[in-house]
C-alpha cells in the first residue's frame, strides 16, 4: 500500500539544526514536487515550505532563510533542513506529495 512517512523530528535547543525526510513508499514513480506544512498546538496548520517540478522552491516569511526544502526523486524522498530553530518552530511537521499526507513528526525547539 501506498505510504507517506515522516522522519527526522526530535527535541532541539534554540539555534540548533534538523533535518526532516519525507518518503512515500509503494509507488512506481519518484517524488518530483512537494510540500511542507506545520500545526503548533491551538494553532491552525500553516503552510512552511514547497518545491516545484522545476526545482523552484517557496517559502513562509516566517521561515525564509532558515529553512531549505530539497527533493530526491529515484529515493522518493522530499527534505527539509530546518537551522537556526526558535522555539516558535515548535510544532508538527507534515509532509504532502502526490495527493498524500503524512502523520507527522514532532518537532520541539526549547530555549
Known amino acids: 500500500q501506498v505510504q507517506l512517512v515522516e522522519s527526522g523530528g526530535g527535541l532541539v535547543q534554540a539555534g540548533g539544526s534538523l533535518r526532516l525526510s519525507c518518503t512515500l513508499f509503494?509507488?512506481?514513480?519518484?517524488?518530483?514536487?512537494g510540500a511542507w506544512y506545520r500545526q503548533a498546538p491551538g494553532k491552525e496548520r500553516e503552510w512552511v515550505a514547497n518545491?516545484?517540478?522545476?526545482?523552484?522552491?517557496y517559502y513562509s516569511k516566517s521561515v525564509k532563510g532558515r529553512f531549505v526544502i530539497s527533493r530526491v526523486n529515484t529515493r522518493n524522498t522530499i527534505y527539509l533542513q530546518m537551522s537556526r530553530l526558535k522555539p516558535d518552530d515548535t510544532a508538527v511537521y507534515y509532509c504532502?506529495?502526490?495527493?498524500?499526507w503524512g502523520q507527522g513528526t514532532q518537532v520541539t525547539v526549547s530555549s
Open positions: 504532502a506529495t502526490s495527493g498524500f
Open positions: 518545491i516545484d517540478t522545476n526545482e523552484g522552491t
Open positions: 509503494g509507488a512506481i514513480l519518484a517524488i518530483d514536487e
